[in-house]
């Protein structure tokens, strides 16, 4: 079985593109949702998460879960912390894409693509067979970006302090999806990819 990364700033387009892989029946693991479900009622990184973070978990009616609010509040824009946040999800999430791999084989998938955006930040083009990299232009990135509920252009900042510069992930790749021309054209860049599998 091939694995392919799929990679990409926040809101260039990773999770557009990820469906388009799901349409044509390959296994996408979301490494972003793998966090949530962590994080969430009866989630493995809840207990060392309140161990570490005082205050940003409780209790909901399926079990104790993170609040995430108050574990952005702790985190965004405080280095240490971050970095002791990762330390505890980051292990926890490489073993979720394990089992996802795994399963995958079990049944018989010839590709599967993991969609983590941090994937260069983590080591993780090493784990794969090919890197697939969703790009944009920054304004695009940026309008896109700001227009989601809550987001706030110290927040904006703040991500992309942390993450590797987009100019950097396209120089690694070894295919670029460009997403800020059209749906239609991402899609289509997609599609070929796997038709060629190369
Ligand atoms: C800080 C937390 C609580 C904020 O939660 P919130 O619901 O507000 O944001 P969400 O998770 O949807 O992320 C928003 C955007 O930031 C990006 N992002 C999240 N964490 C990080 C990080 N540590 N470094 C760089 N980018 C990140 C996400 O990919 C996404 O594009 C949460 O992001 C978290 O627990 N992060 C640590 C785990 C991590 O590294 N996740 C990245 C994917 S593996
Ligand atoms: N090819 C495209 N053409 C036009 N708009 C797009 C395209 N791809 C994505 N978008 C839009 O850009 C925004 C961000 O896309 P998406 O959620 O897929 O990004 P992402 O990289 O997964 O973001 P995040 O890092 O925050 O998870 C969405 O509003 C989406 O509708």
């Given at each position: 079985?091939?694995?392919?990364?799929?990679?990409?700033?926040?809101?260039?387009?990773?999770?557009?593109?990820?469906?388009?892989?799901?349409?044509?029946?390959?296994?996408?693991?979301?490494?972003?949702?793998?966090?949530?479900?962590?994080?969430?009622?009866?989630?493995?990184?809840?207990?060392?998460?309140?161990?570490?973070?005082?205050?940003?978990?409780?209790?909901?009616?399926?079990?104790?879960?993170?609040?995430?609010?108050?574990?952005?509040?702790?985190?965004?824009?405080?280095?240490?912390?971050?970095?002791?946040?990762?330390?505890?999800?980051?292990?926890?999430?490489?073993?979720?894409?394990?089992?996802?791999?795994?399963?995958?084989?079990?049944?018989?998938?010839?590709?599967a693509v993991l969609d983590v955006p941090l994937?260069?930040?983590?080591?993780?083009?090493?784990?794969?067979?090919?890197?697939?990299?969703?790009?944009?232009?920054?304004?695009?990135?940026?309008?896109?970006?700001?227009?989601?509920?809550?987001?706030?252009?110290?927040?904006?900042?703040?991500?992309?302090?942390?993450?590797?510069?987009?100019?950097?992930?396209?120089?690694?790749?070894?295919?670029?999806?460009?997403t800020g021309l059209s749906?239609?054209?991402?899609?289509?860049?997609?599609?070929?990819?796997?038709?060629?599998?190369?």
């Open positions: 079985m091939r694995v392919w990364g799929l990679t990409g700033g926040i809101g260039m387009g990773k999770s557009t593109a990820a469906n388009t892989f799901r349409r044509l029946r390959i296994p996408v693991f979301d490494a972003d949702a793998a966090v949530h479900r962590l994080q969430g009622p009866g989630g493995a990184a809840v207990r060392p998460i309140e161990a570490a973070f005082p205050g940003t978990t409780r209790g909901t009616p399926r079990g104790p879960a993170v609040d995430r609010e108050a574990l952005r509040r702790a985190v965004i824009g405080h280095d240490a912390a971050l970095n002791r946040l990762e330390a505890i999800v980051h292990p926890l999430v490489r073993r979720e894409e394990r089992r996802f791999l795994a399963a995958a084989r079990r049944r018989g998938a010839r590709l994937l260069f930040e983590t080591g993780g083009e090493r784990r794969v067979d090919k890197v697939i990299v969703v790009t944009a232009p920054a304004a695009t990135q940026r309008t896109r970006v700001l227009r989601r509920r809550g987001m706030t252009e110290e927040r904006l900042r703040a991500i992309l302090a942390r993450q590797v510069p987009d100019s950097l992930r396209r120089r690694r790749a070894d295919h670029l999806v460009h749906r239609h054209h991402a899609q289509r860049a997609v599609r070929r990819l796997v038709a060629h599998q190369g």
